[in-house]
DNA sequence: AAAAGTAATGTTATGATATAACAATTCTTT
DNA sequence: AAAGAATTGTTATATCATAACATTACTTTT
């Protein structure tokens, strides 16, 4: 049974899948990029749910579909070419991957993550980018990347308790 | 020889971890905490530095002055137990652990870490958890704990470049 | 002070995540 | 068709972390 986001409901999940795969074909295509069966399979897989999704259960569901079993090289090969061009995110703190929401442009990703549902939110270009660069500045420090994984619980789960 | 640090040069960094033990020894007598040898000499390992220490490192600092070679449950318990009581921090991005620099109150870490010179600088209340705060208030999200780790250049290591 | 109970540590084994190195294949260009 | 480059397959191993149970040490009760 496929699982219900209340933010993609009315669409449908479906739809999340679909738009992800169009848009990184589109973007691998302007860029001359090669998004291979493989790859493209491995962003698909990613995308099945908005939870973060280990590389071993990647590769566990490839192995369930191919007739051989799949190595994990396959599978963080294909993790690494998603995530160098923006495709997927890592949430460090869960080692494990997620499609990101906003592939069109670059960023660097914030996300809130249930504790019970799982479900992980991506934020967009929001105020805590800003509070960073601020004490970043301060402290004279050059920002190159930022990890903010903030855990809790999401307003179903807590309506739910 | 003694890596040195601007921040705590003056003083020397010896000072750091004779500070970080007295309190950590303080508190735990005030909340009744046992900081047996084993966690206190885990506690200095990770003090040594103000780089983050990966546990398998911390080992192989007990295993040379032990005279039996330690086991992975003895490092990770001490860790545990200094995690849980808020002396030390875990970097997720670098699966390594870091002195706490606050220890006086309970609260969420936030780290600048230099990609060249690995020093994790902590920063204390910061306006970047009134920005999560925020953020996480718009979405209806309870936060519960946060992942917070930006990495870049530190300003010492800008200067000789 | 001895016994019982609890907490901490030792020990062995294994689970979970990730990468190195090289071979084979496929794609692209010439 | 051949050469070169990129991708994938394959084997092995590195790295990080915990489960399960035995032993030791500490604390409390009697």
Redesign the pocket.
């Known amino acids: 049974m496929q699982k219900k986001y209340s933010f993609c409901v009315a669409s449908g999940h479906q739809q999340c899948i679909d738009d992800a795969l169009n848009i990184a074909q589109v973007m691998c295509d302007e860029e001359q990029?090669?998004l291979?069966?493989?790859?493209k399979r491995v962003l698909e897989l990613v995308w099945q749910s908005h939870q973060p999704m280990?590389?071993?259960d990647i590769l566990a569901q490839l192995t369930s579909e191919e007739g051989?079993p799949?190595?994990?090289?396959?599978v963080?090969?294909?993790l690494?070419?998603l995530l160098e061009h923006g495709l997927i995110h890592?949430i460090a703190s869960l080692?494990?991957f997620i499609g990101c929401a906003y592939p069109q442009q670059p960023h660097q990703a914030q996300f809130l993550i249930c504790r019970l549902c799982r479900f992980a939110r991506e934020l967009p270009h929001s105020a805590i980018d800003a509070a960073i660069a601020d004490e970043a500045h301060k402290a004279g420090f050059t920002v190159e990347g930022q990890v903010i994984e903030v855990f809790g619980l999401c307003a179903p789960c807590q309506a739910e308790l």
């Open positions: 990029l090669r291979t069966p493989l790859r280990g590389a071993y051989r799949a190595a994990p090289p396959t963080y090969r294909a690494d070419f890592r080692n494990a």
